[in-house]
């Protein structure tokens, strides 16, 4: 009787011990599921608040342009557009940071290609860039076979598969426009110290695109005419004042008796630059979305890119070391 008593304590133990190791082990997946569900819903939420702040900047993009004439913009970085966006206050201590930037006032690296023909004046701007910081590769002649559908090596200097399949992990040129500057970085013998120093005077754009002489800085401005020293880039932009050059006849009298190629210069922007920051709970997301401003004040995105850093305050292209 004792034995049988025993017995059924013993069961009962183990049967106690098996129920306590189930409830735990449902507990703990219970606080997983409630805790991926939070997850889910501050990613999402992070997601539409994002998308708020890419419509905000639509919004002050359409107003900036019914303030001027839609078929004349003049854009400049002391309109309201360009000025930093105080931040928005979300749920759960979060915020909301807004910042519009005009890329126009960048090279556009795709304009080295225009209708599957060579831009000779966007690639001698190109080469003239390189040199102001002194950069010696022939990144030029390289970018341009990158470009180009054909697989001929531009001279005796530019890279086409051959060369790239060479490489450890092998790849092929691009053969295309870049979508995004950081495919730079593929370039052939493309180093980290040339392509910081690149990365804030060029941008990734259509290849029509055309450079606003109102928000481009002292080194590409420079880089528009052979013989135009960095001094005389500078005095053009603080002689662009608070508020442009209202016409293109009025930026290209200040550079008398140099040949600028004016069909590819303008003085206000179709495509521009939003970065959007989220902070919401323990989540934080960061979205750049590439607007294009048609006449009628619409904005349509080209692209939007999820892979980027924390919004940072963007790199005067006066302030570029050589």
């Given at each position: 009787?004792?034995?049988?008593?025993?017995?059924?304590?013993?069961?009962?133990?183990?049967?106690?011990?098996?129920?306590?190791?189930?409830?735990?082990?449902?507990?703990?997946?219970?606080q997983?599921?409630?805790?991926?569900?939070?997850?889910?819903?501050?990613?999402?939420?992070?997601?539409?608040?994002?998308?708020?702040?890419?419509?905000?900047?639509?919004?002050?993009?359409?107003?900036?342009?019914?303030?001027?004439?839609p078929?004349a913009?003049v854009?400049?970085?002391?309109?309201?557009?360009?000025?930093?966006?105080?931040?928005?206050?979300?749920?759960?201590?979060?915020?909301?940071?807004?910042?519009?930037?005009?890329?126009?006032?960048?090279?556009?690296?795709?304009?080295l290609?225009?209708?599957?023909?060579?831009?000779?004046?966007?690639?001698?701007?190109?080469?003239?860039?390189?040199?102001?910081?002194?950069?010696?590769?022939?990144?030029?002649?390289?970018?341009?076979d990158?470009?180009?559908?054909?697989?001929?090596?531009?001279?005796?200097?530019?890279?086409?598969?051959?060369?790239?399949?060479?490489?450890?992990?092998?790849?092929r040129?691009?053969?295309?426009?870049?979508?995004?500057?950081?495919?730079?970085?593929?370039?052939?013998?493309?180093?980290?110290?040339?392509?910081?120093?690149?990365?804030?005077?060029v941008?990734?754009?259509?290849?029509?695109?055309?450079?606003?002489?109102n928000?481009?800085?002292?080194?590409?401005?420079?880089?528009?005419?052979?013989?135009?020293?960095?001094?005389?880039?500078?005095g053009?932009?603080?002689?662009?004042?608070?508020?442009?050059?209202?016409?293109?006849?009025?930026?290209?009298?200040?550079?008398?008796?140099?040949?600028?190629?004016?069909?590819?210069l303008?003085?206000?922007?179709?495509?521009?630059?939003v970065?959007?920051?989220?902070?919401?709970?323990?989540?934080?997301?960061?979205?750049?979305?590439?607007?294009?401003?048609?006449?009628?004040?619409?904005?349509?995105?080209?692209?939007?890119?999820l892979?980027?850093?924390?919004?940072?305050?963007?790199?005067?292209?006066?302030?570029?070391?050589?």
């Amino acid at each position: 009787m004792r034995r049988q008593q025993g017995v059924a304590l013993i069961t009962v133990l183990l049967v106690v011990a098996l129920v306590s190791v189930v409830s735990a082990a449902i507990v703990a997946r219970q606080q997983l599921a409630i805790r991926s569900s939070a997850n889910q819903f501050h990613v999402r939420q992070a997601w539409h608040y994002a998308l708020g702040g890419e419509t905000l900047a639509k919004a002050v993009l359409r107003r900036d342009l019914q303030q001027g004439d839609p078929r004349a913009p003049v854009d400049h970085p002391a309109e309201a557009w360009a000025r930093p966006l105080a931040p928005f206050a979300l749920d759960e201590g979060g915020e909301l940071h807004v910042r519009i930037e005009d890329p126009t006032g960048r090279f556009n690296l795709n304009s080295l290609m225009r209708q599957g023909q060579v831009n000779q004046a966007a690639l001698q701007q190109f080469r003239r860039l390189l040199r102001s910081l002194q950069i010696d590769k022939p990144y030029a002649e390289r970018l341009l076979d990158w470009l180009d559908a054909d697989q001929e090596v531009s001279g005796g200097t530019g890279a086409e598969d051959n060369q790239y399949l060479l490489a450890q992990p092998a790849y092929r040129a691009g053969n295309r426009a870049l979508v995004d500057v950081s495919e730079l970085r593929l370039l052939l013998e493309m180093d980290e110290a040339d392509y910081r120093r690149l990365l804030p005077l060029v941008t990734a754009l259509p290849a029509e695109a055309t450079l606003n002489v109102n928000t481009a800085g002292a080194w590409v401005l420079a880089s528009l005419a052979e013989g135009l020293p960095l001094s005389s880039a500078e005095g053009l932009v603080a002689r662009r004042g608070n508020q442009g050059y209202a016409d293109l006849p009025s930026f290209l009298a200040q550079l008398p008796g140099l040949q600028v190629q004016s069909q590819e210069l303008a003085v206000g922007s179709e495509y521009f630059q939003v970065t959007s920051e989220v902070s919401v709970g323990d989540r934080r997301q960061v979205l750049r979305s590439t607007l294009r401003r048609t006449s009628d004040g619409r904005s349509y995105v080209l692209t939007r890119d999820l892979g980027q850093d924390a919004v940072s305050a963007p790199v005067p292209t006066e302030e570029v070391e050589p």
